[in-house]
């Protein structure tokens, strides 16, 4: 069994090394990173960690108006790679696979065991706030920010997911899901194990997981949209990878930043990960591959504040240090009011 974990990135340089020693750690076979436009020494910190066979960096040139993530994932597709892999994840580098097993040929094994075979599994975000973080500290990201939001959240938001699945089933890998091939109808099930309706199965729209799964998830994604306030401030300067005209501001933080509960359960996997790192970090040029890009973001922050603007919502955004869950009646008439305005502007 060989399984692939996919990104695309631009300027994440300070959390590549930690994210690659933590799904390494779990059982990936190999990680193919996909680099554009960096201007962080990103670029430079992948190649050298491409000195590791488990590790292959494709550094590509966006062209065109199509979103930078979509010709990314055009060139994982058409890779020798995921071409030959049995398993494929198409995540970010602020996303963390978590849950309760210890490593991925297990967890697929425990799925199998309790679904039968499958072709796509779904694996929801569980959204981390910044934990009262004003500035980047050390360690890594997910001992950095232990609180999240409950995983009954009533916010649809919050039941995005990625798709863990077999490339020999679907006709190419996507954002959130992968295509399906026409015709066919591939299997998927839930991150409670149990199987998804043929309906969700065949809608490539379907990027929810809100009303469809009712048990407790065996696996997720800890997602580290925010991290602390001065990271959150160079991810509003650099913009979102798929949505490069969409402001970052005091509604993405809102919706992102919740503090909710102790969620400490990634917690466990930390001193694996840790390991991995020191091993990653100790290849030839990585270590001070990655310093200069931790050095380049800390300048980077520093000329920011340096904009009243930025000013100002760095301070507004510390007023907003949690966001209070919303009740399930809540949540579903907030869900169903924009059901209601999408139907109507369809049928005007």
């Known amino acids: 069994m060989h399984i ?6 631009r300027d994440d340089g300070p959390y590549i ?9 779990l059982g990936f076979d190999r990680m193919l990173v996909c680099s554009h436009d960096c201007t962080d020494g990103s670029a430079e910190l992948l190649e050298a960690l491409a000195q590791d ?3 292959v960096h494709l550094d590509f040139a966006p062209k065109g108006g199509k ?3 979509w010709q ?3 060139q994982l597709r058409d890779s020798e790679s995921y071409k030959n892999a049995d398993w494929a994840l198409f995540f970010d580098c602020d996303e ?4 309760r097993f210890n490593n991925l040929r297990e967890l697929l094994a425990d799925y199998e065991r309790q679904a039968g075979t499958f072709d796509a599994l779904a694996l929801p975000w569980r959204l981390f706030g910044y934990g009262g973080h004003k500035q980047r500290s050390a360690g890594l ?6 609180r999240a939001a409950p995983f009954d959240l009533h916010f649809p938001l919050a039941h995005l997911f990625k798709t863990l699945h077999r490339p020999a089933a679907f006709r190419q890998p996507g954002v959130h899901r992968p295509r399906a091939r026409q015709r066919h109808v591939p299997s998927w099930i839930g991150p409670d194990g149990k199987r998804l309706t043929e309906g969700f199965a065949a809608n490539d729209s379907a990027i929810s997981l ?3 799964v009712n048990g407790p998830p065996v696996a997720w994604l800890n997602h580290y949209s925010l991290r602390s306030v001065e990271e959150f401030m160079l991810k509003r300067a650099r913009g979102l990878p798929n949505h490069m005209d969409r402001e970052i501001g005091i509604a993405y933080w809102a919706e992102r930043n919740w503090n909710t509960v102790d969620a400490p359960e990634i917690l466990p996997m930390m001193s694996h990960t840790r390991q991995e790192f020191e091993r990653l970090m100790a290849l030839p040029g990585v270590a001070a591959a990655h310093a200069a890009c931790l050095s380049a973001h800390t300048s980077r922050y520093q000329a920011l504040m340096l904009d009243i603007d930025a000013v100002r919502l760095a301070f507004r955004v510390g007023f907003l240090t949690d966001s209070t869950p919303p009740s399930a009646e809540e949540g579903r008439a907030f869900l169903t009011a924009q059901m209601l305005m999408a139907r109507g502007d369809a049928e005007t």
């Open 4 to 9: 692939l974990g996919m990104t695309c990135l």
């Open 67 to 69: 979103s930078v993530q």
């Open 17 to 25: 090394v930690e994210w690659l020693a933590h799904h390494l750690m």
């Open 96 to 99: 963390f696979l978590c849950g």
């Open 210 to 212: 809100y009303g469809a």
């Open 141 to 146: 990201t997910p001992e950095r920010f232990t």
């Open 53 to 55: 066979p488990r590790i």
């Open 72 to 74: 990314a994932l055009r």
